[in-house]
């Protein structure tokens, strides 16, 4: 039984061989790999930041399908499966390696690059920021697609779609980007969301290519020990996993205060004559976006009414359009 669903998954199986060289930077044409890797992840990042800074999600999605960065994170899951410490080490070198170039070169163009667009209202920024568990479940989908799509000759033509459901390159742009704007917070979100794509192709990637047993044309290497490998790679989903769930809950904490603000200000904004546009919260603060035009003494008996909606000593701001905006107080205790 199991002989049968290994031979229905693996269909058009590539040597193991062939599957090496299509992950490893470091076998082969060494000099091309290298050149065209480093080429278009700079080329990718450049790419990324500037749609990121500009809030286009078509040009994002563009980065994506040029960045390289997924080819030595499946060489790292490749290994593991192999048995191979030296490409282990190397794969995962080069994984580092360009994740810190990636940061450093947003950093700076998010340093000469004009803000066309406050963070707080740039969806390509504020998507990345605060992960949650089903960014893992999407990214070890996708990761398993990558996987299939390494290990069989028929299915190679996913691979764009799986770059761009993956994602690496824009959240490590974003952690730049976010640096540089002194937002720690949202960097250190971007980066979680980082890892846990790449924590999912390799856990993935070494479940199905050990299932498949597509590896095993070469001999483990008697110095490889996969146990320490193991306990890393556990140590750091528990990691990531339990970051992801605390993401999880602040972002439905969050969504919750938010809700109960929005129904609360709506009534006052009626009762006022005046509509309510957006609820939203920018770090501590609830910011109410509202069409109208009355003056700022009515504004004084929000706090009150939000009392139980969102949590004591939040400060409140009414943004009126066209252009108001001021302080109203915080919500009492």
């Known amino acids: 039984m199991a002989t049968g669903i290994s031979r229905y998954l693996s269909g058009e199986t590539r040597t193991p061989e062939e599957i090496r060289e299509a992950v490893y930077l470091f076998t082969g044409d060494v000099g091309a790999k290298q050149s065209r890797f480093w080429l278009l992840l700079v080329i990718s990042t450049v790419i990324a930041t500037a749609g990121i800074i500009g809030d286009s999600t078509a040009t994002v999605i563009g980065a994506m399908i040029v960045a390289p960065l997924a080819i030595p994170i499946q060489g790292v899951a490749v290994a593991i499966s192999g048995g191979e410490p030296r490409p282990l080490g190397l794969s995962t070198a080069t994984v580092i390696g360009a994740a810190l170039v990636v940061i450093v070169l947003a950093a700076v163009l998010a340093l000469v690059l004009p803000e066309l667009k406050p963070l707080s209202d740039n969806s390509q920024v504020t998507g990345r920021v605060a992960p949650t568990l089903v960014d893992l479940a999407a990214a070890a ?107 999880t809950y602040r972002t439905v904490q969050l969504e919750d205060w938010r809700s109960g603000a929005t129904r609360v200000a709506s009534a006052w904004a009626r009762g006022n004559g005046e509509r309510l546009v957006e609820t939203q919260f920018q770090g501590d603060e609830l910011v109410l976006v509202v069409a109208g035009s009355r003056t700022t003494a009515v504004d004084r008996e929000l706090p009150s009414l939000l009392r139980g909606a969102i949590p004591a000593g939040t400060p409140v701001v009414v943004n009126r359009i066209p252009g108001t905006r001021h302080d109203v107080g915080d919500v009492p205790g």
């Open 141 to 247: 989908a996708t990761g398993l697609a990558g996987a299939f799509a390494v290990a069989r000759r028929d299915i190679a033509d996913i691979l764009p779609g799986v770059a761009i459901a993956i994602s690496l390159v824009p959240p490590l742009s974003v952690v730049g980007v976010t640096a540089v704007a002194g937002d720690w917070s949202g960097a250190l979100g971007a980066l979680i969301l980082f890892l846990t794509n790449v924590l999912a192709m390799i856990v993935v990637g070494v479940a199905l290519f050990s299932g498949l047993g597509v590896l095993r044309a070469r001999r483990v290497d008697a110095t490889f020990h996969r146990r320490p490998v193991y306990a890393i790679i556990g140590a750091a989903g528990v990691i990531v996993v339990g970051a992801l769930a605390a993401s």
